[in-house]
């Protein structure tokens, strides 16, 4: 058995000792006779899946205690909708839109109600970050969302830019979550689809202040009220259970790793290397992202030539290095180098675009 380097956007690489964990208890979980996917999803066995899954996790990233976790379904589109489904209350919302993942969480959110773009960076082709003074607030907006990195273009907003406005804040964390500490308190709402640094595609994680539920009008469905899925624990219907169990063996696994701070130490050198040896190939290759907001976990990058793109690919992948196309969007290279993509697999790509610059520069 080969295993890849694997730089998929996602779904994405998973730690292989959560993989192999997997693998040992599937047909029989500890002494249970069945695998996760095959027992009861309100049994004690699951049960104790769904606390451990919740309280390292809360462990992990500080929860406080008046912050309800909720494991969903419907992937983080489905919070497009839910969020002003929830919190709208007929008022207004604001959005800052820093790449393609804003952009439809705004669309989205305008099938629902009322939605404003407080600012945009779109002239710049989402390199940027707006300025403060580019930011025109709505004192009274039920909510300022943010996407703190986005994905296709590779922009994260860093922690010491995200200031309190007096309005929740809600924020698209899909794919950076867990990858450094983070202040929860900072936020109202902190949404996730899990497929990049949680687990497998179907469950969707929605960490969200206690004071923000019961706010959705009383015509939405079930399923998509908040404070029904709090009350009932996420199990108002069957939850995605062998995901959830996953995301517990991943939560586990990073606690090893020295939980977030120590992932945020590896996670730096992965994004330091990588940048260096785009910064450094003399132009051959480029990251156009401003160094202040270049995402530690998606890296977009182009060829000179897009004539070697093909060669590029095909090379990678005779390497071994696989999942580095581009956004059909923006088209180009996109490396992703989530927690669980170790500082040797980055290791081994440097080398191996280093080589090919070498060769075709
Ligand atoms: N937001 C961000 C930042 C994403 O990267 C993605 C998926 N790549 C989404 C939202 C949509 O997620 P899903 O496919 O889980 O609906």
């Not at 206690?210 to 624990?233: F, K, Q, S």
Request: proline content about 5%.
């Amino acid at each position: 058995m080969t295993r890849i380097w694997n730089f998929s956007a996602g779904p994405a690489a998973l730690p292989e000792e959560v993989l192999r964990q997997a693998q040992e208890e599937m047909l029989d979980w500890q002494g249970a006779g069945c695998s996760v996917m095959e027992m009861s999803h309100r049994g004690k066995e699951f049960m104790s899946i769904l606390a451990q899954a919740e309280a390292d996790l809360r462990e992990l990233m500080g929860i406080p205690e008046q912050y309800k976790v909720l494991f969903l379904q419907g992937g983080a589109t489905q919070q497009f909708a839910q969020i002003p489904m929830n919190l709208l209350a007929g008022r207004s919302a604001d959005y800052i839109v820093t790449g393609s993942w804003s952009k439809k969480a705004v669309k989205e959110a305008q099938r629902i109600g009322n939605v404003r773009v407080a600012a945009t960076t779109e002239d710049s082709g989402f390199t940027r970050l707006p300025t403060a003074e580019e930011i025109k607030l709505d004192p009274f907006a039920a909510y300022l969302h943010v996407c703190t990195n986005e994905t296709i273009h590779g922009v994260e907003i860093p922690a010491e830019r995200i200031a309190d406005t007096g309005v929740p804040l809600v924020a698209d964390m899909s794919s950076h979550i867990l990858s450094r500490p983070v202040n929860v308190e900072k936020f109202g709402l902190i949404y996730a689809g899990a497929q990049k640094n949680i687990g497998p595609s179907g469950v969707t994680l929605v960490i969200v202040h206690r004071d923000l539920l019961g706010m959705a009008p009383l015509n939405i469905p079930t399923v998509m009220d908040y404070a029904v899925m709090a009350e009932n624990g996420s199990m108002l219907n069957t939850p995605p259970t062998f995901g959830i169990y996953i995301a517990g063996l991943v939560f586990q696994w990073l606690k090893k790793q020295g939980g977030l701070t120590g992932i945020d130490t590896v996670n730096a050198e992965k994004a330091r290397i990588l940048y260096e040896c785009i910064d450094n190939s003399g132009g051959f290759y480029t990251n156009p992202v401003d160094p202040d907001c270049r995402s530690r976990m998606n890296v977009p990058f182009v060829l000179a030539d897009v004539a070697l793109d093909a060669p590029f690919l095909a090379a990678a992948k005779d390497a071994g290095v696989l999942g580095l196309k581009g956004h059909k969007s923006v088209g180009g290279m996109r490396a992703s180098i989530y927690n669980a993509v170790s500082l040797d697999a980055v290791k081994a790509l440097v080398g191996f675009m280093n080589d090919f610059a070498k060769r075709n520069g």
